[in-house]
């Protein structure tokens, strides 16, 4: 199924980029092949398709919102799939068409665009959304991933630390409750990355944020989780850290104080996003069939510093 999925999508991408006739364009590249979804570039555009079994009133009600003005200079905006639509059909999964960006460079991290993601994050947090839109899927992807973890080492006492940190955590942040209701009403982007940026038009123009399948309504903190996880492991230098966190205070963002230690509004997404790294390592690993590589080693063993936290402390951090 997935080479046939593949194909499609390659197709719609092409008759999207060129007008209909003969042309001698490059096959398709495939830029992404995972459970959650399928992206393929021909040209200019790119074809995704989303999960299985996405709610597609959901994704429909956030391509409205990418596609919308208020957004424009923060979210990359969708193509029109279909007449009317931005949101299409292959083979029993929700299709949708975006123009292409240029990503960025992995190769060069001294040139990762960390003061640029915070300035936007700071942005989307401060807009004004009325209409209705679902709430932010981040803390649902880390119980997903811990989900994932268990069926994949069942009974290993080894992932004991992660269930352990996970426990400890509130329920909200387990995807289990809404965000309190004093920090869950903020527009968020709910699954933040390097990964999720890109520049358009490519390859010089600005930074804009990409994939919107987890934004929503939610606590901003969440978007600032996964950088501040890396950087309490030891694997985000710390100059970089303050660097992404200045541009982010500097945008009048509202998820940390203007000044002052970020931690008390970052220490619970942080821990999530700590455990939600390791369930997924945990879960990679077992299904290649190896021992985890030394950057999931850090986080697992995040997880486990997490999980010798006195209860009382616990407590303290998830209030």
Same mark, same amino acid.
């Given at each position: 199924?997935?080479?046939?999925?593949?194909?499609?999508?390659?197709?719609?991408?092409?008759?999207?980029?060129?007008?209909?006739?003969?042309?001698?364009?490059?096959?398709?590249?495939?830029?992404?092949?995972?459970?959650?979804?399928?992206?393929?570039?021909?040209?200019?555009?790119?074809?995704?398709?989303?999960?299985?079994?996405?709610?597609?009133?959901?994704?429909?009600?956030?391509?409205?919102?990418?596609?919308?003005?208020?957004?424009?200079?923060?979210?990359?905006?969708?193509?029109?799939?279909?007449?009317?639509?931005?949101?299409?059909?292959?083979?029993?999964?929700?299709?949708?068409?975006?123009?292409?960006?240029?990503?960025?460079?992995?190769?060069?991290?001294?040139?990762?665009?960390?003061?640029?993601?915070?300035?936007?994050?700071?942005?989307?947090?401060?807009? /004004?959304?009325? /209409?209705?839109?679902?709430?932010?899927?981040?803390?649902?992807?880390?119980?997903?991933?811990?989900?994932?973890?268990?069926?994949?080492?069942?009974?290993?006492?080894?992932?004991?630390?992660?269930?352990?940190?996970?426990?400890?955590?509130?329920?909200?942040?387990?995807?289990?409750?809404?965000?309190?209701?004093?920090?869950?009403?903020?527009?968020?982007?709910?699954?933040?990355?390097?990964?999720?940026?890109?520049?358009?038009?490519?390859?010089?123009?600005?930074?804009?944020?990409?994939?919107?399948?987890?934004?929503?309504?939610?606590?901003?903190?969440?978007?600032?989780?996964?950088?501040?996880?890396?950087?309490?492991?030891?694997?985000?230098?710390? /100059?970089?850290?303050?660097?992404?966190?200045?541009?982010?205070?500097?945008?009048?963002?509202?998820?940390?104080?203007?000044?002052?230690?970020?931690?008390?509004?970052?220490?619970?997404?942080?821990?999530?996003?700590?455990?939600?790294?390791?369930?997924?390592?945990?879960?990679?690993?077992?299904?290649?069939?190896?021992?985890?590589?030394?950057?999931?080693?850090?986080?697992?063993?995040?997880?486990?510093?997490?999980?010798?936290?006195?209860?009382?402390?616990?407590? /303290?951090?998830?209030?």
């Amino acid at each position: 199924m997935t080479a046939v999925l593949v194909r499609a999508l390659g197709d719609l991408a092409h008759r999207a980029a060129h007008v209909p006739g003969d042309c001698s364009c490059p096959p398709p590249v495939v830029l992404a092949d995972r459970d959650d979804g399928i992206v393929v570039r021909h040209g200019p555009v790119v074809a995704k398709a989303h999960a299985a079994g996405t709610d597609t009133g959901d994704l429909a009600a956030r391509l409205r919102l990418a596609s919308g003005p208020g957004q424009a200079g923060t979210l990359l905006a969708p193509l029109s799939a279909a007449p009317g639509t931005h949101l299409t059909e292959l083979h029993g999964r929700p299709v949708t068409l975006w123009p292409h960006g240029e990503p960025v460079d992995p190769s060069d991290p001294d040139a990762a665009p960390w003061e640029e993601a915070g300035a936007l994050l700071a942005r989307l947090h401060r807009t /004004e959304v009325r /209409e209705p839109l679902p709430a932010m899927r981040g803390p649902v992807k880390a119980a997903l991933a811990v989900a994932r973890m268990r069926a994949a080492r069942p009974g290993d006492p080894a992932v004991a630390p992660v269930l352990t940190a996970w426990r400890g955590l509130p329920a909200w942040a387990r995807g289990e409750a809404a965000s309190p209701e004093r920090r869950g009403t903020y527009l968020c982007h709910g699954d933040l990355h390097l990964g999720q940026l890109v520049r358009h038009p490519a390859p010089h123009g600005p930074w804009l944020l990409i994939d919107v399948d987890d934004t929503g309504r939610g606590d901003p903190a969440w978007d600032l989780a996964r950088p501040a996880a890396w950087y309490a492991a030891g694997l985000l230098p710390p /100059e970089v850290w303050l660097r992404f966190l200045e541009a982010y205070r500097a945008g009048g963002g509202p998820a940390v104080r203007a000044e002052g230690d970020p931690w008390p509004e970052l220490d619970v997404s942080a821990r999530a996003l700590t455990v939600q790294t390791a369930a997924l390592a945990w879960a990679k690993s077992a299904a290649e069939g190896r021992a985890p590589d030394e950057v999931e080693q850090v986080m697992i063993d995040a997880c486990a510093r997490i999980a010798s936290l006195p209860p009382e402390l616990a407590a /303290e951090h998830s209030s």
